[in-house]
Nanobody, 120 residues
């Protein structure tokens, strides 16, 4: 079974930093684009950042600067560094990946989410 597992969320004071991780595991043949989304209370899920298998990065509107996405292809892991955290960054952060498994072919997976809470 292929899955994405996020970690690194928690409670942090405004101005602090966090690094979220998302590891893919299982019978994986290839991982293509990997993404981070977030969903704040009462709001729609929004795209935070995307990174291709080659390392090209794109960020959601108004999010570039404090957010840095990176990946370690050898570890099948994507990271999201968030600096200068603000209370409005409070949300559940989800990992998403396009990948090909060894058994079922192409799939788009979601992780279970990790909660980031920023106190003022």
């Amino acid at each position: 079974q292929v899955q994405l597992v996020e970690s690194g969320g928690g409670l942090v004071q405004a101005g602090g930093s966090l690094r979220l991780s998302c590891a893919a595991s299982g019978s994986i043949a290839s991982i293509y684009d990997m993404r981070w989304y977030r969903q704040a209370p009462g709001k729609e899920r929004e795209l935070v950042a995307t990174i291709t298998s080659g390392g090209s990065r794109n960020y959601g509107d108004s999010l570039e600067g404090r957010f840095t996405i990176s990946r370690d292809n050898a570890k099948n892991t994507v990271y999201l560094q968030i600096d200068s955290l603000k209370p409005e960054d409070t949300a559940v952060y989800y990992c998403n990946a396009d990948l090909r498994t060894m058994t079922t072919g192409y799939v788009k997976l979601w992780g279970q989410g990790t909660l980031v809470t920023v106190s003022s």
